[in-house]
């Protein structure tokens, strides 16, 4: 038994030295790889498909997730100094949490040094100002987001109505539409993000805010809860399991008609004419939001400051994905961001989605620009939900979370 | 004696191992629980004692989260331990080939990925147009707001649990059977015993230590429940379904609230190893105490 103990011992060091000697040798010249972390859709496909190709020898790794677990995951891995990534998506709100805290890579020098060889004026200095924090530049914007409203035109011709234009004909027809098979309205009220997004559109919609100029909640005025009370109102030509919806259940509720109209992003205009997947091909269209107001998000990628790789070579890579030529490629699958692009005529007669899209993108607002912002929106959120699930009255829910909100801001120092 | 001792030199790596990833990160858990630590402000930690404690346990939410995870797990329990039970000793009944083949079958949804299992349980569960909501439509049954409805939100996770851990239950009930003395199972056979009362008075009694472990690893598996939770509502509607785990994650990995998080975490350690070795114990005494004076009774009748 010794003699297989000293064999056992003998083989382990044997072991041990050869990985010491396997390491030890140099690995071949590898190429550069850029790891990217961002959220999923057509679009940013696209975009990071574009960065693959942008520069030969450049390897682009990417790492696809929802919104709301992109951003989870960018803040964790920022948040500890890590170069797991070396762009990350942002948007024109988490893109303030990520600038105050240091970890996003300023642009600015890059951005004058590479501004006539990219075109880079041809990016409307009013989009680039969501990007900037302390007039510093901290991301490259790829496609403005915002949310239409969708409806199915035929049957609207058929019960002789006209797309709503305000909240009152917005529930007349809901309730003119709905039936036991279809549902009048679609409503997304999964935590966080898509319900974020529902009550954003009520609140701008009745003229509410969510703070005042001191940061002070103002979401449980008397326009607030008028507005969450007509959510719940609506709720009754609601599909079956709204508080679980989001965009993709949503957009499947469109697809195949299981709801007459709702309110869902731009992106998911174009697979409404999709024969594979869509039974509404041709019937649906699109408007502005009855009320305006619904939400406006830039999307875009930053370089995190983090990253051990060149950072001019991954803004280049950045600036070729989104060059004039693949900007227009990708003009059916999101709203392009360069003047050139998305001033061209020739886009509204290939989209149909277009004309709405540009109605509801003047009317649009974006989330208010706090860095905190993504509790905020889970606090009130979650009290929304159980006012218009029926759990507890509205006004009290919008006051709870008002208290919630203003500890929370408290706490981070918002109020002196 | 000499080799045994040297031996015990080959422990040191894995033990060297458990310490880093197991001791190392419950230390630090424990030791940032005590501090005030908004992880994108580092430098604004603070310490603050037993303050994130405090707050916790005054804090509805807390005790919302508890609730919901006790009723989740309870429910889930009975259900797999009720089912697992009841295919064990059909299993049990069958001749062993027969068993083996059943086996194999039966343990197939215990190797999913509980992500990926949830993922299409969700489509499965969806209204309207998921598989569960077309098929009650097709029998005339009114259609359940599987994953909308804070109850029945709360059944669809109990229910997506029990689905892909009942196999485990099963397994470890049926190789508890197996090892059963078949001569006790025959005598008591001889003397009268039979169906229901060869279960209670004779198998279950005989089972005790089986049972003991299966109640106990999933009373732990229950109250640290997250992936079907995650993937199926996300904690909703509402926070229907959010137990002391998923409020963790939210604290820590979405309010970056590290400190808060870490102390709920701690909590929730507190909870589970108190629920598994008070609960299983009391459970299985339930089951066979009533089972144990019923037979003293009987064989102390002349």
Excluded at chain 1, 359 to 378: D, I, R, W, Y
Excluded at chain 2, 50 to 79: E, K, P, Q, V
Excluded at chain 2, 88 to 93: D, I, K, N, P, T
Aim: glycine share 6%.
């Amino acid at each position: 038994m010794a003699h297989r103990v000293k064999l056992a011992t003998s083989a382990i060091r044997a072991t041990a030295l050869a990985g010491l000697v396997w390491m030890s040798v140099p690995a071949a010249e590898a190429q550069v790889v850029l790891k990217v972390l961002s959220n999923r859709y057509p679009a940013t496909e696209f975009y990071v498909k574009a960065m693959e190709e942008a520069i030969p020898g450049v390897k682009v790794e990417v790492t696809f997730m929802p919104v709301d677990k992109v951003l989870e995951q960018s803040r964790l891995a920022l948040s500890q100094g890590s170069d797991a990534y070396d762009i990350v998506y942002v948007n024109d709100g988490i893109q303030q949490l990520y600038a105050k805290n240091g970890w996003l890579e300023p642009l600015d020098p890059l951005w004058a040094k590479y501004r006539a060889e990219y075109k880079l004026d041809d990016f409307p200095e009013a989009l680039l100002e969501k990007y900037r924090h302390q007039q510093r530049l901290y991301a490259i914007p790829f496609n403005a987001n915002t949310m239409l409203f969708f409806y199915r035109a035929d049957l609207f011709k058929e019960k002789g109505l006209q797309p709503p234009r305000t909240f009152d004909e917005y529930m007349k027809a809901a309730q003119a539409l709905n039936t036991s098979s279809m549902a009048g309205t679609a409503i997304s009220l999964k935590p966080v993000d898509a319900a974020q997004n529902e009550v954003h559109w009520y609140l701008n919609a009745f003229g509410a805010q969510w703070f005042d100029d001191g940061w002070k909640p103002a979401f449980h005025s008397a326009a607030g809860v008028r507005a969450i009370e007509a959510m719940k109102a609506m709720t009754k030509y609601a599909p079956q399991g709204f508080t679980s919806h989001a965009n993709d259940e949503t957009t499947v509720n469109l697809q195949q008609g299981l709801v007459a109209m709702g309110i869902m992003w731009n992106t998911r205009a174009k697979p409404m004419d999709d024969p594979t997947k869509s039974k509404v091909v041709g019937k649906m269209d699109w408007i502005a939001p009855p009320g305006g107001g619904t939400k406006m998000a830039l999307d875009g990628y930053a370089i995190s400051r983090f990253t051990k790789k060149d950072k001019d070579l991954a803004f280049r890579v950045l600036l070729i994905a989104s060059d004039e030529h693949r900007m227009r490629q990708a003009a059916a699958l999101a709203v392009p961001v360069r003047k050139s692009v998305l001033g061209d005529p020739e886009l509204a007669k290939q989209n149909r989605f277009y004309p709405g899209l540009l109605a509801a993108l003047n009317v649009a607002k974006p989330l208010p620009p706090l860095p905190e912002f993504s509790q905020v929106g889970e606090i009130v959120t979650r009290h929304v939900t159980e006012a218009v699930t029926g759990k507890v009255e509205v006004k009290p829910a919008l006051d709870a979370a008002a208290k919630e909100v203003e500890a929370l801001l408290a706490k981070r120092g918002y109020y002196k | 004696m000499h080799w045994q001792s040297a031996l015990r030199r080959f422990l040191i790596p894995s033990l060297l191992l458990l310490a880093l990833v197991k001791l190392y990160p419950l230390g630090l858990s424990v030791y940032l629980s005590f501090f005030d630590y908004y992880l994108p402000e580092p430098e604004r930690r603070a310490f603050i004692g037993f303050g994130n404690y405090g707050a916790l346990l005054s804090d509805g939410r807390f005790w919302a989260s508890f609730a919901n995870t006790l009723i989740i797990a309870a429910a889930a329990l009975a259900l797999e331990f009720a089912v697992g039970l009841a295919v064990a000793l059909g299993l049990y009944r069958l001749p062993v080939g027969a068993a083996r083949v059943l086996t194999v079958l039966i343990f197939l949804p215990n190797i999913v990925t509980p992500v990926v299992a949830g993922l299409f349980l969700r489509w499965m569960f969806a209204s309207q147009w998921g598989l569960i909501a077309m098929s009650f439509a097709l029998l005339g049954i009114p259609p359940v707001d599987w994953l909308g409805n804070p109850a029945w939100a709360k059944v669809t996770i109990a229910l997506a649990d029990s689905w892909q851990q009942i196999p485990f239950v099963v397994l470890v009930l049926y190789a508890g059977l197996q090892a059963l003395d078949r001569d006790t199972i025959e005598a008591a056979v001889i003397d009268g015993a039979s169906g229901w009362k060869l279960l209670w008075y004779v198998i279950l009694p005989a089972l005790r230590p089986v049972i003991l472990f299966v109640l106990t690893i999933r009373i732990m598996d229950l109250f640290r429940l997250f992936d079907a939770i995650y993937v199926l509502t996300g904690g909703g509607p509402g926070t229907a379904t959010e137990t002391l785990t998923f409020y963790t994650y939210r604290l820590a990995f979405q309010f970056l609230e590290i400190g808060k998080g870490s102390a709920l975490g701690v909590l929730t350690m507190l909870v589970i190893t108190m629920a598994s070795s008070s609960g299983s114990t009391g459970l299985a005494t339930c089951i066979w105490k009533p089972a144990f004076k019923a037979r003293i009774r009987s064989s102390a009748r002349p």
